[in-house]
């Protein structure tokens, strides 16, 4: 294999002209962009398998392959790390964590792990176990290991974790046990913690006051995704789950900062300021989903820009300097979530469940769309959005704290949207500078794959009944799917340059949260006969 260039500040800020994929979403904005443009709408028909490799796992399969130079790090779901030649897929070597002390019943949503990051010459891990790995990159071998909660408490870590300025930054899972979420920062070099930023404010804290007395300590919070980094303003901003318990007439308040963006100084985790997608959430619909940075020119105004497409199924754009509201528009049915107010989100009190009361709104509690990343791509100006179609029948149920056991108060099952019959899912383009749809292509089973645009014109993502599909950026017309793989695709597909060459690399790997949780949905036969098993996938021209 060629040298291994160590990952630097610079090359992680000039992502646009680096031929890797060096982090989770490619760039600190959380694009999922990638500048190349050797496959282009006019060839991509063309697109050959070069190789493939079966992980032997059947759990989702969530990573992205990450590559740094003719390096590929990829995760499977029991936090196995392995390296390949990215341009012809040798197995370079390969770091399988010790998880067998423990249980992996606390992990809400399937066994998985979303990648890896790369600083220097090391490769980051986050584990079930709540350790964060380093190795060196070129030979595996173990730099150092810090564990950040105990394993049995009811939490895990399940995201890729993101470098900024030295400092390896990671978030808990939890928000189903009624864990305290945090996001921690270790130092690269060592592993020795440097700050540590809890989600949910103590007493004394502000934002304390939101909560009855005594909840914060079991008031969930998780913070289960990757994060962005605003390098203009040196912000860092982390996405927060759903309040514990599931059930809010236990916690008056809106609850802060779960179901929210907050925006964190990178070198202390000091928070600046926050923005709540839905206060007092009672439908589990977390705040974790991606932060992507974008500038936008909203009815004639220039707004330095964050978007995401919250599970609660609103598109927002907030300022991304102050964390003030610019637009929201609904990107699927969205009834619990009705409207805003002076910019804050307002709910349909009659849509809330109680212990008496079954109610059925919309989306279900898996949301508009999941944790499945969105794409912004600058020439277009639109966001690619993976969507679910579904609502649910929730009502409230009795619950006491337990550490490790499900914290939930609630009963439910995920219905079809009527609004969507026989569609689970779509992907749509929006345009960033209105909220609007541009195109949308609809889809039988669910889409549960992360978004991939490139310069060449095309968006990339896999579909639940295994093929991986590139659209034509402006139109969404289906230019080209590859041949069936062995299993659906819940992955998030990366691309990368060598020696000239562009690849696009996959993960098939059926699981995740909607088989597990998925209701109506999990039922219908054509979802049931998704076959399982990781195989990774890698093409080219
Ligand atoms: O609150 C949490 O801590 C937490 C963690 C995770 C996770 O770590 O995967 C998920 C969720 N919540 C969740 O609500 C959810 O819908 C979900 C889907 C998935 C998946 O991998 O498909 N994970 C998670």
């Keep these: 294999a060629e040298h291994y260039a160590p990952v630097t500040d610079a090359r992680l800020k000039a992502a646009a002209s680096d031929n890797g994929w060096l982090m989770y979403r490619r760039d600190y904005t959380s694009s999922g962009y990638a500048p190349f443009t050797q496959i282009d709408t006019a060839n991509v028909a063309h697109l050959k398998q070069v190789w493939d490799y079966k992980t032997g796992f059947d759990q989702g399969h969530e990573a992205p392959p990450v590559v740094n130079g003719d390096f590929m790090f990829i995760t499977t779901p029991k936090d196995e790390l392995l390296a390949f030649q990215a341009s012809t897929g ?37 584990t079930l176990d709540n350790y964060v790995v380093a190795l060196d990159g070129r030979t595996g071998k173990i730099a150092w290991k810090h564990q950040l909660a105990p394993a049995d408490k009811g939490t895990a870590m399940t995201l890729a974790p993101l470098v900024v300025k030295g400092k390896v930054i990671v978030g808990l899972s939890g928000g189903e046990y009624g864990a305290r979420g945090f996001i921690e920062a270790l130092d690269a070099k060592t592993g020795k913690p440097v700050w540590k930023q809890y989600t949910i404010p103590a007493p004394n804290e502000p934002g304390g006051d939101t909560w009855p007395k005594g909840a914060y300590k079991t008031g969930g919070g998780g913070a289960w995704l990757t994060g962005t980094y605003d390098a203009d303003t040196d912000t860092l ?29 990178p070198a202390t985790g000091k928070i600046k300021w926050h923005y709540q997608y839905t206060p007092n959430d009672t439908w589990d619909y977390d705040g974790t989903n991606e932060t992507v940075l974008t500038d ?24 991304r300097t102050d ?29 809330r469940p109680t212990i008496d009361k079954e109610v059925f709104t919309c989306p279900s509690f898996l949301g508009g769309k999941n944790w499945w990343p969105i794409s912004v791509d600058p020439q277009t100006h639109l966001a690619y959005v993976p969507t679910m179609h579904t609502c649910m029948t929730i009502k409230g149920a009795t619950v006491a704290y337990k550490a490790g056991l499900p914290f939930l108060g609630e009963t439910f099952k995920v219905v079809a949207d009527p609004a969507h019959k026989g569609q689970w899912g779509s992907v749509q383009a929006i345009d960033v500078n209105t909220g609007d749809q ?86 219908d036969p054509a979802v049931m006969n998704i076959p ?7 093409f080219s021209l």
């Excluded at 992996?104 to 990051?117: E, F, I, Y």
């Excluded at 707004?303 to 754009?317: E, I, P």
């Excluded at 080209?480 to 659906?488: A, D, Y």
Aim: net charge neutral.
């Design 90 to 126: 040798k197995l370079l070597w390969k770091y399988q964590h010790d998880l067998s002390h423990v249980g992996l019943r606390t992990v809400c949503c399937d066994v998985v792990n979303r990648g890896v990051a790369l600083y220097g010459d090391d490769v980051y891990m986050a």
């Design 323 to 351: 964390g003030k509201l610019i637009y929201a528009k609904k990107f699927a049915t969205a009834t619990s979530v009705s409207g805003f107010k002076d910019g804050k989100p307002e709910t349909d009190p009659n849509l």
């Design 296 to 319: 936008i020119d909203y009815q004639g105004k220039q707004h330095k820009a964050l978007v995401t497409a919250s599970r609660n199924g609103w598109f927002y754009a907030i300022d």
């Design 237 to 265: 901003l982390w996405g927060v789950g759903n309040p514990g318990p599931w059930l809010a007439t236990l916690r008056p308040g809106d609850n802060l900062y779960t179901d929210s963006v907050i925006a964190m100084n």
């Design 438 to 523: 541009v195109w949308s292509y609809p889809s039988a089973l669910p889409w549960n794959s992360g978004m991939l645009s490139t310069a060449g014109g095309l968006v990339f993502s896999g579909s639940a009944d295994g093929h991986l599909v590139a659209f034509d950026a402006r139109t969404g017309k289906v230019l080209w799917k590859s041949p069936e793989m062995t299993s659906g695709v819940i992955g998030v597909p990366s691309t990368w340059v060598v020696d000239g060459k562009q690849y696009v690399g996959v993960y098939a790997g059926w699981g995740g949260a909607t088989p597990i949780w998925g209701g109506d949905m999990a039922k």
């Design 532 to 538: 399982v098993g990781g195989h990774l996938y890698v």
